[in-house]
């Protein structure tokens, strides 16, 4: 199971794509059904949640929770919260399609919930490389 949230309609993404995008990183790297809930915010409400959970005040592209060890009710196993907003930013300063970098943040939330961390630039590098590797695999991106 999957559950999409789009509480940002800019870039364009549909809920189609976002699962698409999770399932491709859980199929290369995970272990059963994904159990993943998306929810795809603006820089706002990121920012607020960066702020309750990790005491960071800022905004950011993706927060990841994962509930491995305690899965809720529901079977949702973690949440990946992306910022639309961020995105469209990060996108444009790049020269990238907006909607490629959003999937992109999806994939690497759902790696964060498959034990992968970005602590230091290498780690963050191999990471990123992996969410683009899997993205290209399912024609999500170019």
Do not use: C, K
């Amino acid at each position: 199971m999957i559950e999409v949230a789009i509480r940002r309609r800019r870039p364009a993404v549909s809920a189609a794509s976002v699962r698409a995008a999770v399932s491709a990183v859980w199929a290369a790297e995970g272990e059963g059904e994904p159990g993943v809930a998306v929810t795809v915010l603006d820089d706002a409400a990121i920012r607020a949640v960066n702020a309750e959970w990790l005491d960071h005040d800022w905004a950011t592209d993706v927060i990841s929770f994962s509930y491995a060890e305690d899965p809720a009710p529901d079977g949702v196993r973690g949440e990946v919260l992306v910022s639309a907003e961020t995105a469209e930013r990060e996108a444009a300063a790049r020269g990238r399609d907006a909607r490629e970098e959003l999937l992109l943040y999806v994939a690497h939330g759902t790696l964060h919930l498959l034990g992968w961390e970005d602590d230091t630039p290498a780690q963050r590098r191999a990471m990123n490389s992996r969410a683009r590797v899997l993205l290209r695999r399912a024609g999500l991106t170019r």
